[in-house]
């Protein structure tokens, strides 16, 4: 199974900043949707931004909405979360999956029900502590 590799995650203050980023080593992103998903403790891993193949189109949970952004450099075969103005509640394993385009299935959907719809691999994951 390719893997993907998370990195970024760091203990950082409530208003900090953070960027996240998710490559891998043995494919290339540009074939893939992307999704940012996260788990804190205790509760059920969370949607918190995807991305499609050509970055058209992006999809931010509500939590985050205003203070992440999902970017995508080809490049660098890397896809970016920049985390702005962080809160102890986003304290939490921040993973990345990918998966194939399919019409069927929008990136809102792919977000919402990642676990559901399956994605094609994950990373290990990548901790963020916002704490005081």
């Known amino acids: 199974q390719l893997q993907l590799m998370e990195s970024g995650g760091e203990l950082v203050q409530p208003g900090g900043s953070l960027r996240l980023s998710c490559t891998a080593s043995?494919?290339?992103?540009?074939?893939?949707?992307i999704g940012w998903f996260r788990q804190a403790p205790g509760k059920e891993r969370e949607g918190v931004s995807c991305?499609?193949?050509?970055?058209?189109?992006?999809y931010y949970a509500d939590s985050v909405k205003g203070r992440f952004t999902i970017s995508r450099d080809s490049a660098k075969n890397t896809v970016y979360l920049q985390m702005n103005n962080l809160k102890p509640e986003d304290t939490a394993v921040y993973s990345c999956?990918?998966?194939?385009?399919?019409?069927?299935?929008?990136?809102?959907?792919?977000?919402?029900?990642?676990?559901?719809?399956?994605?094609?691999?994950w990373g290990k994951g990548t901790l963020v502590t916002v704490s005081s």
């Open positions: 999956a990918n998966r194939p385009d399919d019409p069927t299935i929008t990136i809102q959907d792919m977000c919402l029900k990642g676990d559901y719809y399956g994605m094609d691999s």
């Open positions: 043995e494919f290339s992103l540009d074939s893939y949707n």
């Open positions: 991305i499609s193949i050509d970055a058209d189109s992006t």
